[in-house]
């Protein structure tokens, strides 16, 4: 007789329930580790890039602060005067301000733009901020003549000019077209007191009635305010370096400044002529401003402004004071 096929046994009820369960468990926690692996490893690269962000913001900074070491030992020289050349490498006014031992020989003038040290390089660009309108020590009538200048309205014009007079003085009177704390400043959303004393920076003219942020700042195509103020310097007006909108301010007419302009172009102005005396007028300048970017490379930079004064100590020695320094960093795109 044949022999029967062995009996194999049924399977367990359930039996393939669990292991459709084993193998859905395996899969899901495989698929956890796969997440947990994906998100430690974009932690790691965020935290890389973190490292990365910090360390070029730190060396950009660095940098930045040796362009302005740079530019003080410029300033520190025994130029005598001031004044610009024409230079053909000269890339966005970086580098026009020159030194002049006299009105026909400038001084050799350090590189200033892409300058390589290290891992990185720095730019800086030297103004005179002996160029510019002293806010807190010229007339109203300077001051009236400079937003004339800027196309402000009469009406505009009394307000500021009226408002920064009461923002500097002692007292809490406005004047006709004024504004003080308790009639004006603390009325506001954000209330604040006028200062009742000299400006300490030209961002305090965004404080003052009357100053709109659009007047101040200007736009691509017409500069603003800020371009031709200043709170630090002695008053005087570099008649070498001054803008043609300044010494429109100062009362010079068309004729006069195109003079100016002709004449300084060939050669700086060794001394202020006896026409233009009594205007505020002045040949050199000891007070500078230094805008320095410095960067590892195109993706963080560092961005100093630094107002320094060139003092004389005792022994004929020149040495640099710092009157402000404001410190930025930016992402470039």
Do not use: C
Request: no cysteine.
């Amino acid at each position: 007789s044949e022999s029967e096929p062995p009996m194999t046994a049924p399977p367990a009820p359930g039996s393939r329930d669990e292991g459709g369960f084993a193998l859905l468990a395996v899969m899901l926690v495989l698929a956890l580790l796969g997440i947990i692996v994906a998100e430690f490893s974009f932690s790691m690269r965020l935290e890389a890039t973190m490292v990365r962000s910090f360390k070029e913001e730190v060396v950009g900074a660095h940098l930045a602060e040796a362009a302005v070491q740079q530019a003080i030992r410029e300033i520190l020289t025994d130029a005598a005067l001031l004044g610009f050349v024409e230079d053909s490498s000269a890339d966005e006014r970086t580098s026009l301000l020159t030194f002049f031992k006299s009105p026909t020989h400038p001084l050799p003038r350090l590189l200033r733009s892409q300058v390589s040290l290290g891992e990185g390089r720095f730019s800086y660009r030297i103004s005179d901020e002996e160029a510019r309108i002293n806010l807190n020590l010229s007339p109203p009538e300077t001051i009236d003549r400079l937003l004339l200048t800027l196309g402000v309205e009469k009406q505009e014009r009394d307000v500021i000019n009226d408002s920064l007079q009461d923002w500097k003085d002692a007292n809490e009177l406005h004047r006709l077209n004024g504004a003080e704390s308790e009639d004006t400043y603390l009325k506001l959303p954000v209330p604040y007191r006028a200062r009742n004393g000299n400006l300490e920076a030209i961002e305090e003219m965004l404080q003052i009635k009357g100053v709109a942020p659009a007047l101040f700042y200007g736009s691509p195509d017409s500069p603003g305010l800020s371009e031709f103020v200043t709170v630090a310097g002695s008053g005087q007006v570099n008649i070498n370096t001054a803008s043609h909108t300044v010494l429109k301010a100062l009362g010079l007419s068309d004729a006069e400044v195109t003079e100016i302009l002709q004449s300084r172009a060939v050669a700086p102005y060794a001394a202020v002529p006896a026409r233009f005396a009594g205007r505020r007028l002045s040949v050199t300048s000891r007070t500078f401003r230094f805008e320095a970017e410095g960067g590892t490379g195109e993706r963080l930079r560092s961005r100093v402004i630094a107002i320094v004064q060139k003092k004389t100590e005792a022994g004929g020695q020149a040495a640099p004071v710092i009157l402000s320094w404001n410190t930025t960093s930016r992402s470039n795109p």
